[in-house]
Each structure stands twice: as C-alpha cells, then as structure tokens.
T-cell receptor
C-alpha cells in the first residue's frame, strides 16, 4: 500500500543546531507540504512543492528550507534551531492541489 | 481571501449522544470541502469530502452536506462512541488556486 512516512518520530536538539526532518511518500504525488501544529494555532503551512525542483514558501517559512530533488522526498531543514520551533511537524502529499492531502504520522521536535 | 471557520472546542459528549461540529467557509467559486480527523499521537486522516453543492459526504457514521446557500459544511453523527474522541478539522481547497485551507480544529471527548 502507498504511504507517507516521516523520520525521526521524535527529536530533541539544542538551540543553534541544524536539523533535517525527512518525509518520504510512495503515492507518486507531485504535491508535497510541510506543516507545523501548535496548540492554539491549528495547522500552519511552512513550505510546499508542486514537483521536482519546485519549492514555495508558506505562511511561516522563516527559519526553514526545503529542497525537492525527486518525486518521493521533501526534507525540511531548520538552519539554526530556535526554541520557538519546538512543535509537531507534519508532512503531506496530494495528487492535485485541490484533492485531499495524505498526512504522515508527524515528528515531535523539541529545541532546548 | 478564502478561509474556514470552525466552532470552538473542546466538546465533551456522553456516549451515544448526537454530535454536530459547525464549519462555515468563505470562498469564491465552488471549492471542495473536507473533514479530517486526528487521533491522539497520529497524523490527520481524511474522514469525508464533498466536491460540489448539495453533495453529502459520509464515512464511519459521520455525515456532512455541502450547503452553498449557507456556506456551511457541518459535521454530524447520530450516536458517538468513545473511540470517536479526536480532533476534527474542516478544510477547503480551490480547484482554480493553489491553496488548501484548514480550520483550527475542534477537540471532541466522548465519555462512557
């Protein structure tokens, strides 16, 4: 069965370190998304991609970057982790932009 | 711009009670509408969807009808179970744009 996976599931890091969260999907979807989920804020879009070599900023992109070198993967990098980036991060993919999104299980990141 | 507004939570119900979670939207044209469910410690899962006015989406005893005249997509279930305890998200997507909008989520707790 097709799926979307994220790794690691839990990560603790220190302020100032670079962190990369992995997202891998086997749906063969062109569209991929990164969200963060915080209490009181719901889901907020960080970055998204329409396809290979395409990346776009979402509403909370500062301090984050992504790259899309193939269809299956969209890694999210925190260049210099800050305590404000402590959150649960979800990756998602969809066939067309207006179709339903399929979500990964999430990565809980703690920045100390 | 487009947006989705959900009723504030948390909602606490007794088992077998009737559930309604309100969702209204602001959008031009004819968006697709979705309800997602997030169980504790998991990612979001699509619960149901509707792609045009008067469509009724249904799944696992949950229903929602796309009402263009009232710009609403309220989620209902006739008899909730403890296993329905989760956070529910209403969402909207435009087939002419490139945005997918989530509501802030409504937490439901069902007590035996």
């Amino acid at each position: 069965d097709a799926e979307i996976t994220q790794s690691p599931r839990h990560k603790i890091t220190e302020t100032g370190r670079q962190v990369t969260l992995a997202c891998h999907q086997t749906w063969n979807h062109n569209n991929m998304f990164w969200y963060r989920q915080d209490l009181g804020h719901g889901l907020r879009l960080i970055h998204y991609s329409y396809g290979v070599q395409d990346t776009n900023k979402g509403e909370v992109s500062d301090g984050y970057s992504v790259s899309r070198s193939n269809t299956e993967d969209l890694p999210l990098t925190l260049e210099s982790a800050a305590s404000s980036q402590t959150s649960v991060y979800f990756c998602a993919s969809s066939e067309k932009f207006y179709n339903e999104q399929f979500f990964g299980p999430g990565t809980r990141l703690t920045v100390l | 711009g487009d947006s989705v507004t959900q009723m504030e939570g948390p909602v606490t119900l007794s088992e077998e009670a009737f559930l309604t979670i309100n969702c209204t939207y602001t959008a031009t044209g004819y968006p697709s509408l979705f309800w997602y469910v997030q169980y504790p410690g998991e990612g979001l899962q699509l619960l149901l969807k509707a792609t045009k006015a008067d469509d009724k989406g249904s799944n696992k005893g949950f229903e929602a009808t796309y009402r263009k005249e009232t710009t609403s997509f309220h989620l209902e279930k006739g008899s909730v179970q403890v296993s329905d305890s989760a956070v529910y998200f209403c969402a909207l997507a435009q087939n002419t744009g490139n945005q997918f909008y989530f509501g802030t989520g409504t937490s439901l707790t069902v007590i035996p």
